[in-house]
Nanobody, 121 residues
Framework: QVQLLESGGGLVQAGGSLRLSCACP????????MAWYRQAPGRQRERVAI???????AYAKSVQGRFTISRDNAKSTLFLQMNNLKPDDTAVYYC???????????????WGQGTQVTVSS
């Protein structure tokens, strides 16, 4: 069964915006942390943003000030609003859920299939 389903990726020009969505089963969504990762060819996998059930948030330095993670608890959906997109943001973006075993640590347990974001010059 598909546990996480990302959507909202696409092709956009530099400076544009996209909003990614991730539908999650309510029982998982309500008690686990969730995070967006991205994987670009030739680059190391990067955690973009993380959000806990109590709405604590952290961002990667590379997206700070441009991306916003949020969640709709009633709909069990995670969002990533991406503004002022740059070509370096081009990647497959993955939604994950996982655990925080200690402060500052996140262990993803499940990955969605990913959604492609392509930012043209």
């Amino acid at each position: 069964q598909v546990q996480l389903l990302e959507s909202g990726g696409g092709l956009v020009q530099a400076g544009g915006s996209l909003r990614l969505s991730c539908a999650c089963p309510p029982d998982i969504f309500s008690i686990n942390a969730m995070a967006w990762y991205r994987q670009a060819p030739g680059r190391q996998r990067e955690r973009v943003a993380i959000m806990t059930p109590d709405s604590s948030i952290a961002y990667a330095k590379s997206v700070q000030g441009r991306f916003t993670i949020s969640r709709d608890n009633a709909k069990s959906t995670l969002f990533l609003q991406m503004n002022n997109l740059k070509p370096d943001d081009t990647a497959v973006y993955y939604c994950t859920w996982g655990y925080i075993p200690a402060p500052g640590l996140y262990e993803p347990e499940y990955w969605g299939q990913g959604t492609q974001v392509t930012v043209s010059s």
